[in-house]
């Protein structure tokens, strides 16, 4: 019969509650502190018996932040089946072996779950558990060692070291930058994982010229690209090298149509799926606003159509979080523009029998030749059309004024070979 009374005295053993304790392991079965335990809880003993019913059985060890250091147990599995010990918060798992027993004690009590510390018995023999090997890129799950990649998002750059070992750093701002650490303050073996999942590229640069990733200075890390980072410590090297990184020089055109009429609002989010080749039509002609396409913060040259047949709005592009006014592309028009990450340039642009350039000037007129582009035509103002040759104004023709008040300014001499003399 089970006592906890002196036969000498008759006073209670004392501390009869941290003892000893025999249990039967069903399921999961939460352990606590003698002095929180309620009546039908079970209370944690400094010697526990444990038979499990099933492999898959958990023994959950008490609050942490309710003890003091030092507070030990010694648990012992006399059942036929192996089961698995959790810290309070579910982390930091081993397991005990049938007919074996581990000797566990608290070294931190700042969390619920603290840090415990385990030595495992044999016959004669005491080896090392999963918990106390989890280093940086591994857990102790159900008592073995299982990879485990620490994941976190970011905005702005991280700092890394040697603890960042093993981690994956997925960027969800814009435009941004990762310098990865010197090589020689990190350890041998160090790896990374990274993504890019913001409205923006991402560029990972080394910390001295001395190191290269892939071979360069920098590389940059496109939208929806991801990738291993690893260090080789050679002496005569210290580099990095990517795994997994799409080639550079890899270019796929994707494609979409986009119905205007079934977009809600007067804008068009594209950040996270930015087909190449755009066309926008218009199916039911229902929508009566100009829309606003927004396009990511990234180096790249779309093929834009404005299919809609609509001529009562237009439809306007623009790089997200630009301060340029967006880019208009009126019904019918076409246009191949490219964006640097910050503004958006129509480099061709045409409608049906036009062709439509920017202004130019005098100095780079909008049409000019290969062998001399100071030379050409271009656009004085509004409704003012600008001759220019050496990158000079030699004739302006304004229609400003309207029918019949047309005026041609000629700079310099006019020589006409029918009119007697030739020189004005």
Known sequence: MTTYTSPFTGNAIQPTDVSYALVDLS?????????????DDQAVARIMDVYAESSSDILVLPDATQASLGQ?????????????????????????PVNQSYYTYLTNNDSQAGVWNQVAFAAGTSFADAATLAGNSTIALQGKIEVALTTNEYTSSPTFSSASRGRCFVWTGGVGTFQLPAVADIDSG????????GTGSLTIETASAASTIDGFVSIVLPLGDSCFI?????????????????????????SATYDVDVVAGSSLNLISNTPI??????????????????????????????????????????????????????NGGQAIVLSDGDSLYAMVQTAVGTIVVGAGTAAVPAYSFATDISTGIYLVNPGQLGLSSLGTNIATFDATGGPGNFVSTFQGQIVAGLISGGTF
């Open 230 to 254: 690893c260090v080789n410590k050679d002496p005569a090297k210290q580099d990095f090298f990517t795994v997994g990184r799409s080639r550079p020089n890899s270019l796929t055109f994707s």
């Open 27 to 39: 399921g999961t079965l939460q352990l606590y502190w003698p002095q929180y335990a309620n009546a």
């Open 190 to 197: 160090w790896f990374i994982s990274v993504r890019n999942n």
């Open 277 to 330: 080749i755009q066309r926008y039509t218009a199916l039911s002609g229902t929508r009566t606003t100009s829309l606003l396409v927004e396009l990511p913060a990234v180096t790249q040259v779309y093929y834009l159509i404005n299919d809609t047949g609509q001529n009562g709005y237009d439809m306007t592009f623009q790089v997200l979080g630009s301060s340029q006014a967006p880019l208009t592309l009126p």
């Open 72 to 96: 030990d147990i010694l648990i012992r599995n006399l059942g036929s089946f192996e089961f698995t010990v959790q810290k309070f918060d579910g982390s930091g798992s081993f397991s005990i």
